[in-house]
């Protein structure tokens, strides 16, 4: 059963740092893109970082140099490292992986881990 875990989630102070982990099982891990997402209440799921099968990394505007995507194909594991973090980070955060030419609805999701900016 393929599979992905999500850690690291909790509640930070604005102009705080936090690393969310996302473990994976049940399948080639180096083979997937990979995904970071976050949706807050009342808005829609938005894609905030993706790194590809050949390293590259890409993000939305708003955190961009505050928020960092990286792979260890050989943990099998994918984090989101956030710095600087402000009151608009504060959302659902859901690691995602799919094949590069497979559909958006055959991807692999994590359960999501909430992240909190107090102010």
């Known amino acids: 059963q393929v599979q992905l875990v999500e850690s690291g989630g909790g509640l930070v102070q604005l102009g705080g740092s936090l690393r969310l982990s996302c473990a994976a099982s049940?399948?080639?891990?180096?083979?997937?893109?990979l995904n970071w997402y976050r949706q807050a209440p009342g808005k829609e799921r938005e894609l905030v970082a993706q790194?590809?099968?050949?390293?590259?990394?890409s993000y939305v505007d708003s955190v961009k140099g505050r928020l960092t995507i990286s792979r260890d194909n050989a943990k099998n594991t994918m984090y989101l490292q956030m710095n600087s973090l402000k009151t608009e980070d504060t959302a659902i955060y859901y690691c995602?992986?799919?094949?590069?030419?497979?559909?958006?609805?055959?991807?692999?999701w994590g359960q999501g881990t909430q992240v909190t900016v107090s102010s």
């Open positions: 995602n992986a799919k094949r590069w030419l497979d559909s958006m609805s055959s991807a692999i």
């Open positions: 790194s590809t099968t050949f390293g590259s990394t």
């Open positions: 049940g399948f080639t891990f180096s083979n997937y893109v």
